[in-house]
């Protein structure tokens, strides 16, 4: 079978949807079951897309990135493929490309939150995501709680959506954790619903007290309205303790996470939350927000803040950095934590997905 993929998220610096992606094309370049199976790269013209294993080749054409290359040019690329189907991983599809089309739908935050986003912004997405979700002959998702959340906002009946849980592989070779430095991190676009304001007041609460510890943040500021966080480290009076980066390539990303001592997401939403089983991959403990998604993604293998309160914060931070029984409860319960997902078998479940959708030839 041919099957194309929308590669645009594999473009630039790849996060998000794109790290997902390389992690799918990555086990399907080694998994059995993928060995009969063509991947066609979908870009645009003059896309510089990373080296690909053997089983993989390119088809590019037109230009630009965004809703009119998706709609007008890719159905033509997949024709020119001669696709049986088509893997759409990033929440939209073209709604007319004459295959079957499988659409990753990560979650709905869009939907369930819109005052979160830009009101042009956020119609396009609604509307978009609603349609392509229609038009696919399946929809797959992160975790069951994005699956009850897209039926929900996205009009879809459950049992057309397919939960496979992504994974999270070693970044690097754990320290031992009493050699590791005083250093919280955070890793992923920064959101206004993920609280890094009361993440860096929260820190600073540690931080005036433990002058050896440091704050990593790691992402792009994608708030909306804007929020400016340089001004917020600036008048947080540890201003020299807190590095704040919009991206790290993947070797900088797993010295961090190997000498890191905490791990903090505070996200009021999510489909999943791979860095901080990432983090807990790692030997990292980490300290996340309340939320159903995070109590069936990472169990008992996490210290649960109730809500973003700054003083809530910086008590579970003292606690993750200090306090060895806590370290020790949450490391212990990793393994089973972690056990549950593999890369391995996302690239089975999506290949799986693929086939039963893929026109046959």
Known sequence: ?????????????????GRYLTHLLSAWDVLPSAAAHEFILCAPRGADLPARGARVSTCLGGTGSGTWWEQLTLPGLVRRAQADVLFSPAYTGPLRCGVPMVLAVHDVSFAAHPEWFARQEGLRRRMLARLSARTAAR?????????????????????????????????????????????????????????????????????????????????????????????????????????????????????????????????????FGLT??????????????????AREVYGEAALYVPRPDPALIGAALEQVLFDAAERSRILGAAPRTLARYSWTACAEGVLKALTRCGRIS
Do not use: C, W
């Open 1 to 17: 079978m041919r099957i194309a993929i929308d590669a645009r998220e594999l473009l630039g610096r790849p996060t998000g949807v």
């Open 139 to 271: 929809v797959i998702t992160i975790s069951g709680f994005s699956r009850g959340e897209i039926a929900r906002h996205l009009g879809i009946p459950e049992t057309k959506i397919d939960v496979i849980y992504p994974a999270a592989e070693p970044v690097a070779v754990p320290r031992p954790n009493d050699n590791r430095e005083n250093v919280v991190l955070f890793v992923g676009s920064i959101f206004s619903r993920r609280h890094v304001p009361e993440l860096i007041d929260g820190f600073a609460r540690v931080a005036r007290q433990h002058r050896n510890t440091r704050l990593e943040l790691v992402g792009e500021n994608r708030t909306a309205p804007p929020i400016d966080l340089d001004a917020i480290v600036s008048a947080s009076g540890v201003a020299g303790q807190v590095t704040l980066r919009s991206y790290v390539p993947e070797d900088l990303l797993a010295a961090l996470y190997a000498s890191a001592r905490a791990f903090v997401f505070l996200s009021d939403y999510e489909g």
């Open 276 to 293: 901080p089983l990432e983090a807990l991959a790692a030997g990292i403990p980490i300290v996340v927000l309340d939320t159903p998604v």
